[in-house]
């Protein structure tokens, strides 16, 4: 297992902002995890699990401490057979959710196109269109930082909006999500064939990527959502707790701060314009907290994973 110091974390993340961690390890078995956690407990350091970074902001300063990278044997799908699938925590979401939608499973055929990892979208209950990871997944398996295997079961997993037990797990004590069991429901309509199912379901995917498209900032730098919605919203009245609305409201669109930019196409994703520090993106999600507070009275809650000291 190689151990790489001073790796720069903008090669790392989505925003392609971050200085450098001290430590860099990636674990391809529960082996290296193993011997990474022990790594960093030897070295007296925090360890901090990283997926693929895109709901991430790390400190221009870096992280002293040592970023864990899940591979190798945590990239693995396991098909258990009535629509029950073992994933690993590296797995890409979109890879998972379009294999499911292959055989015809619906439920998360939606999320496809969140461009983290199984890890990161159970830490998060990474959501989309009205399908949420959590909704479907029975079991998660862990390591917590003294080594030991944590079972779960739905309920022990506390989802909730954009929420899970394991970010109250946090911290220098941060438990590894390893995989996830999935039970998918067949998409099949009465009298459908299996290619109608996957037809009718690849093109409800479609229209959710071609959304996705017009939407969202996907040729710049962005980590998705800055906020957080303000409750569980309907797809129908999305503008009533959307924080983009209140930012677009607020007349902040295009706002700038040194390199970083609230988009002009979606209010609610703070863009890396060219240059963007990420003190920069962290001092306009302020801004644009404080801005939305003083006009609406609105709390605005940041969705955004922070690492390092800022
Ligand atoms: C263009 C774009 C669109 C997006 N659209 C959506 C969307 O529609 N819906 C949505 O919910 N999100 C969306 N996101 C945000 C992001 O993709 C999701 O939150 C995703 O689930 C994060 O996964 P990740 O692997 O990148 O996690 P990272 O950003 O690497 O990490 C996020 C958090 O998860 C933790 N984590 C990651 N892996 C593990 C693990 N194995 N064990 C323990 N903790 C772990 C990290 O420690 C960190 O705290 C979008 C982002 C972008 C850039």
Redo the contacts with the bound molecule.
């Keep these: 297992m190689q151990i790489l110091e001073n790796e720069p974390m903008n090669m790392h993340t989505?925003f392609r902002v971050g200085g450098p961690a001290r430590f860099f390890v990636k674990a391809e078995s529960i082996d290296d995890l193993k011997q990474a956690l022990t790594f960093a407990t030897e070295k007296g350091l925090p360890h901090?699990?990283?997926?693929?970074?895109?709901?991430?902001l790390v400190s221009d300063k870096g992280y002293e401490g040592v970023v864990i990278t899940?591979a190798g044997d945590f990239a693995k799908i396991e098909d258990l057979g009535n629509g029950i699938f073992k994933a690993g925590?590296a797995v890409p979401?979109g890879r998972f959710a379009r294999m499911a939608l292959k055989q015809g499973y619906a439920g998360i055929h939606k999320l496809a196109?969140?461009?983290?990892?199984l890890?990161?979208?159970i830490?998060?209950n990474?959501?989309?269109y009205g399908q949420e990871i959590g909704a479907h997944c029975t079991q998660v398996t862990s390591l917590d930082a003294s080594g030991n295997i944590c079972e779960r079961t739905t309920d022990d997993c506390s989802f909730g909006y954009?929420q899970s037990i394991?970010q109250k797990t946090g911290g220098a004590q941060?438990?590894?999500?390893l995989s996830a069991t999935f039970q998918l429901e067949s998409g099949s309509l009465a009298g459908e064939s299996l290619e109608q199912t996957v037809a009718r379901l690849e093109a409800e995917l479609q229209e959710c990527m071609a959304k996705r498209k017009a939407t969202?900032p996907?040729n710049m730098p962005?980590?998705?959502?800055t906020f957080k919605r303000m409750e569980r919203g309907s797809i129908e009245m999305p503008q009533q707790i959307a924080p983009g609305y209140y930012i677009e409201q607020a007349g902040l669109k295009g706002h700038c701060i040194g390199g970083a930019e609230v988009s002009t196409l979606h209010a609610n994703f703070i863009v890396n314009a060219g240059g963007a520090t990420a003190k920069d993106i962290l001092d306009l999600s302020d801004y644009v907290k404080a801005s939305v507070a003083k006009k609406f009275g609105v709390e605005l809650q940041r969705e955004i994973?922070l690492l390092g000291e800022f």
């Design positions: 989505s901090f699990i990283l997926g693929n970074g895109t709901n991430l899940l925590a979401l196109g969140i461009p983290g990892t890890g990161g979208a830490y998060m990474a959501g989309a954009r394991f941060a438990e590894t999500i969202q996907l962005n980590a998705g959502s994973v």
